[in-house]
């Protein structure tokens, strides 16, 4: 099973687990709901990622669609207009690049400009969207999202959300798998926030190890509303503050990317947490 797996592989190459990935969110989007409007010109964006790599990431995430709770759906050429100059030009510079999409028509032409591996919320459920990543053997991340950003965050209920979560994931990794997609190359996200309450994200922050047994798992809690309420965050460095914790903690707890705003926090704590578990 995955809890042992040392290695993920992505298109170009393989990126080791053991002391955790950072992965630098670049949202080119008017709306999205840390960030929205200040990369939103091509030239903005790049240079943000460039200066994510700079700061430590490992990985830079490209997205030019809210997945924000209410967020409107964005047509397809809009969001390609709105990342592909920026993933061309970042993978360009040797930036390992990650294109944040459910639209395969996007997807496609991102990997084609040089991206190297699709973070998709929906878990590739768009119509071929399975095949597109099994042919260009790239990386995959598969999310679980109740409902749509549109209605996700209207009253979210579950009757035990590890478990719902670990068997829709446990699912969509044999689909992929099924459809062609090396299973080195899959990981999964329980998706933190996308139809969930407070209560559902820290029973699954508690629950990484479980879900480590399928794939490698990446933790997105990055200046997410839950973690301002536990911290009463008045400004960013406080939620910025209480992302490095939930870093450190579902590191310990068996995560092992980390999708984030602020890399630098979350490298600081990658390595207090990598140093409490090396022998």
């Known amino acids: 099973m995955a809890a042992s797996q040392t290695v993920w592989r992505l298109r170009s190459g393989e990126v080791g687990l053991a002391g955790g990935v950072l992965m630098g969110i670049v949202n080119v989007t008017p709306d999205s709901f840390s960030d929205g409007g200040k990369f939103l010109e091509p030239g903005a964006a790049i240079q943000h990622g460039l200066s994510l790599i700079a700061d430590g990431a490992d990985i830079v995430d490209v997205g030019g669609e809210s997945t924000r709770p209410g967020a409107e759906p964005v047509a397809s050429d809009e969001e390609m207009a709105r990342v592909l100059p920026v993933v061309e030009a970042l993978a360009g510079r040797g930036v390992r690049v990650s294109i944040d999409t459910s639209k395969t028509e996007v997807a496609e032409q991102a990997l084609a400009r040089g991206a190297e591996l699709v973070n998709d919320v929906t878990a590739c459920r768009s119509e071929g969207m399975t095949g597109l990543i099994a042919d260009a053997g790239c990386g995959v991340i598969l999310m679980h999202m109740k409902g749509e950003p549109r209605h996700m965050h209207l009253d979210p209920s579950y009757e035990e959300v590890v478990d719902e979560v ?114």
């Open 166 to 279: 670990e068997d829709f994931l446990e699912e969509r990794i044999e689909a992929v798998v099924a459809a062609g997609v090396d299973r080195s190359r899959v990981a999964i996200d329980p998706g933190i926030g996308f139809g969930k309450t407070k209560d559902h994200n820290l029973e699954l922050l508690r629950g990484m190890g479980r879900l480590s047994r399928h794939a490698p798992v990446v933790l997105g809690t990055s200046r997410k509303r839950f973690l301002g309420t536990l911290v009463e965050a008045r400004t960013t460095a406080d939620l910025d503050m209480g992302t490095s914790v939930t870093t450190a903690i579902g590191f310990l707890n068996g995560a092992r990317v980390f999708r984030v705003h602020d890399v630098v926090g979350s490298r600081r704590a990658l390595a207090l947490a990598t140093a409490m578990v090396t022998q």
